[in-house]
Every structure is written in C-alpha cells, then in structure tokens.
C-alpha cells in the first residue's frame, strides 16, 4: 500500500508521530520501516520527516532543561518517547537524503507566517509553539534545499 502510494513520487513527506497509546505508537515504526522500504525500493531519494526534540541530534549543546524535557515525556508518555526514538533512529540509518525536522514545542492552528527558528537545542532560541501552517510550509521549502539533509535541526515559530 505505502509502495503503492509512493510510486512516481520525488520526494516524500511525513508528520506521523506518537500519540500516546502504545499500540499506535509502536505501530509508527513499522509503517516508517514500510516507507524507507519503497523509497529505497522506487530510488526516491528525498525524504522530510517529522520528529520532536525528543531524539537528540549530535549538534545539539546537552543541557539540563533538555535532560528535564525527554526526562518528563519518558516517565509521562513512555511510548511516544520510545516510538519518536526507535523511528527517527530508523530514518538516520537509511540510504536517503533525509531531513528531520524536530519540533521543540506544540503544534498550533495559528496562521502561517512563513517565519520560523531553526537550528540545534542550546546554540538557537526557540519559542514554544509552532504553527502547522509554518510546519507545513518549511517542510514543502526543504524539498528543493540541500540545507538540511541527513540532519535534524530543531524547529519553532
């Protein structure tokens, strides 16, 4: 099915994420398994999906405020933080030209404003919320930039 709906694509884009309920959650591994299959079965290259500041980019400055955050989201929801983990993990081993675009914050129906921060946790300042509308519009830029493949920069209004 995934196959089927990425056939004649150039790039694929997803905002799967963990919802809370654990069999939804381990669920989204399998299906990001399922897609890195047919993009490197189809050869699409390019790959832009969503994750959370939850899975650590190795560009990211360690911090106790960041320590405290995945810290609450293990021991609040642990299989939204296992989930977010175990797919992002998946995704940085594939053979694509990947970006994850980490949100640091929560997902809001503002207005798109095609104004957004992004960077790593402890070099940038993010704010707490992003719009989808930005989400949606950064993610759809990333298609034709070479900026942020295969890294995972953090994202907020």
Same mark, same amino acid.
């Given at each position: 099915?995934?196959?089927?709906?990425? /056939?004649?694509?150039?790039?694929?884009?997803?905002?799967?994420?963990?919802?809370?309920?654990?069999?939804?959650? +381990? +669920?989204?591994?399998?299906? #990001?398994?399922?897609?890195?299959?047919?993009?490197? /079965?189809?050869?699409?290259?390019?790959?832009?999906?969503?994750?959370?500041?939850?899975?650590?980019?190795?560009?990211?400055?360690?911090? #106790?405020?960041?320590?405290?955050? *995945?810290? !609450?989201?293990? #021991? %609040?929801?642990?299989?939204?933080?296992?989930?977010?983990?175990?797919? !992002?993990?998946?995704?940085?081993?594939?053979? *694509? @030209?990947?970006?994850?675009?980490?949100?640091?914050?929560?997902? !809001?129906?503002?207005?798109? !404003?095609?104004?957004?921060?992004? %960077?790593?946790?402890?070099?940038?300042?993010?704010?707490?919320? =992003?719009?989808?509308?930005? =989400?949606?519009?950064? #993610?759809?830029?990333?298609? @034709?930039?070479?900026?942020?493949?295969? +890294?995972?920069?953090?994202?907020?209004?």
């Amino acid at each position: 099915m995934v196959k089927q709906a990425v /056939t004649g694509s150039q790039a694929v884009l997803s905002a799967l994420g963990p919802i809370g309920k654990k069999e939804s959650d +381990q +669920q989204i591994s399998v299906e #990001m398994v399922n897609i890195l299959n047919a993009l490197d /079965t189809l050869d699409v290259k390019r790959f832009i999906a969503l994750s959370t500041t939850s899975s650590q980019d190795s560009l990211d400055i360690d911090s #106790m405020q960041f320590k405290l955050r *995945c810290g !609450t989201i293990r #021991m %609040g929801r642990p299989s939204a933080y296992e989930s977010i983990v175990k797919y !992002t993990a998946l995704v940085r081993q594939s053979k *694509c @030209d990947w970006t994850l675009l980490r949100i640091a914050s929560l997902l !809001t129906n503002a207005s798109l !404003t095609k104004s957004v921060q992004v %960077g790593y946790l402890g070099r940038d300042k993010f704010k707490v919320k =992003l719009s989808r509308a930005n =989400l949606a519009w950064f #993610m759809l830029e990333q298609l @034709d930039s070479t900026e942020f493949i295969r +890294q995972a920069p953090a994202i907020s209004d």
